[in-house]
T-cell receptor, first 114, second 114 residues
Framework: AQSVSQHNHHVILSEAASLELGCNYSYGGTVNLFWYVQYPGQHLQLLLKYFSGDPLVKGIKGFEAEFIKSKFSFNLRKPSVQWSDTAEYFCAVSPNFGNEKLTFGTGTRLTIIP | DVKVTQSSRYLVKRTGEKVFLECVQDMDHENMFWYRQDPGLGLRLIYFSYDVKMKEKGDIPEGYSVSREKKERFSLILESASTNQTSMYLC?????????????FGPGTRLTVT
């Protein structure tokens, strides 16, 4: 069975700082990878996803993530954060074959100080 | 725009009560999912369904059951609510796996069992 680790539980940054949130997964086969975001009081929504091809994936709101197969990682990055990026971020993994369930990490709460 | 709606945003029930949480999606998606979200634990899959009248256990099915009589509706049932089922419950739907696969989430139901 697959699993996902997000080691940063709470990250606090000032506006304009650069962001990198870690995500590592455990699974023996090919995977699809996702980052979801939950803004305060809002639905969980997709930020970006990786299925195949270019390992550097660009998402909404200036976010990007890089899939490094050798490290089983899919870290989320943003060069300059804004106060509106304050939210909870979840990494998720799904096997490329078989059932279509997602396994989520425990989430990282991001607080941006104006 | 995909819409996933949940019957209640907030619900308060007593221990031992039977609780029904309803989820409806309007995009003719085959897959539907129920998660619970708890601080520090992320999202954990309770049950999912690939088709009408079809269900599969997720990672934490104990104490829950589900029903899918129509394609657009997926119900989560707590047969006898307990205080440890106090949580945020999220419903999601998705099309079958393909390159633009993603899960679409509802707003959540915050259930308190007293």
């Amino acid at each position: 069975a697959q699993s996902v680790s997000q080691h940063n539980h709470h990250v606090i940054l000032s506006e304009a700082a650069s962001l990198e949130l870690g995500c590592n997964y455990s699974y023996g086969g090919t995977v699809n990878l996702f980052w979801y975001v939950q803004y305060p009081g809002q639905h969980l929504q997709l930020l970006l996803k990786y299925f195949s091809g270019d390992p550097l994936v660009k998402g909404i709101k200036g976010f990007e993530a890089e899939f490094i197969k050798s490290k089983f990682s899919f870290n989320l990055r943003k060069p300059s954060v804004q106060w509106s990026d304050t939210a909870e971020y979840f990494c998720a993994v799904s096997p490329n074959f078989g059932n279509e369930k997602l396994t989520f990490g425990t989430g990282t709460r991001l607080t941006i100080i104006p | 725009d995909v819409k996933v709606t949940q019957s209640s945003r907030y619900l308060v029930k007593r221990t031992g009560e039977k609780v029904f949480l309803e989820c409806v999606q309007d995009m003719d998606h085959e897959n539907m999912f129920w998660y619970r979200q708890d601080p520090g634990l992320g999202l954990r899959l309770i049950y999912f369904s690939y088709d009408v009248k079809m269900k599969e256990k997720g990672d934490i099915p104990e104490g829950y059951s589900v029903s899918r009589e129509k394609k657009e509706r997926f119900s989560l049932i707590l047969e006898s609510a307990s205080t440890n089922q106090t949580s945020m419950y999220l419903c999601a739907s998705s099309p079958p796996r393909r390159s633009d696969y993603e899960q679409y989430f509802g707003p959540g139901t915050r259930l308190t069992v007293t």
